[in-house]
């Protein structure tokens, strides 16, 4: 054997990954679905299980009048089938100002109701308000939480160092969102590359931006055969499978004990497929 390496891709042998994280499961959401189901990306939604159901307006920073009414629970199953369904707090307090126990109850309460209605495991979050700090942290990653969605940009396409403070690369509305799309895309870095735009529906009605949108995620599929379209949790359970492969000492064979099929490049330009729960006798390699 050669020398080697072991360096995650995506399904596919693909080194991009496209996500999209929406929060409070307002009724926009129900038209927005249709526009990520158009363009076959994928989402994660975070909801507040204790404010689903609840009617309500308010003005955008434009002075428009916006309906901030929220799914009802009985929808939730079947709307948010096909994306990620994220907790967000059961009533959306701000969870550094409430005390240690009162945040506790927001977050595993939260996770208990969201997790009976759709009947999956809930492992990502998204901090209201965006407001976090250590104990809040702490209380997620007790909970069970994999990852969470701070909402600070990065402007920048780097895989997440620590999932429980997720930083998007930027807010849909971001000035700068088709720039980044195209540094983006046409990147033929060997880097694996992780593009994370975040946002709320109702902004869409808000700042009439459902075109703005449209225009990113049209431009974005054009690239669907270099990027893998997923949810956040997927993104960091392939993660988390690809870490978990056991090499043998000479680099000949690997066993993946997961059940994730995932694709590693073991050298310069040299793919490899690891089937799940399989040992996979690897490529001969040279320097
Ligand atoms: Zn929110």
Redesign the pocket.
Known sequence: MGKRFNIPQFPGHKNKVFTLSF??GVVQDRRLIKLFDKYGVKATF?L?YGVLGYKGESLSPAGRKIDISKVKKEEVKKLYQDHEVGG??LY?SSLTGIGSEGAMYEIIEDKRCLEDLIEKPVTMF?Y??GHYDDTVVQLLKLAGYKGARTVNSTYRFDLPKDPLILDPTCHYADEKIMDLARQFCESRSFAVQMFYVWG?AYELDGNDDWDRLEELLSYIAQYKDEIWFAGNGQILSYLEACKMLEYSVDGSFVYNPTCTDVDVLTAFGVEEHIAAGKITKLKETSL
């Open positions: 929060d409070d975070n507040g967000h707090g959306h998204a209201p308000f709320h």
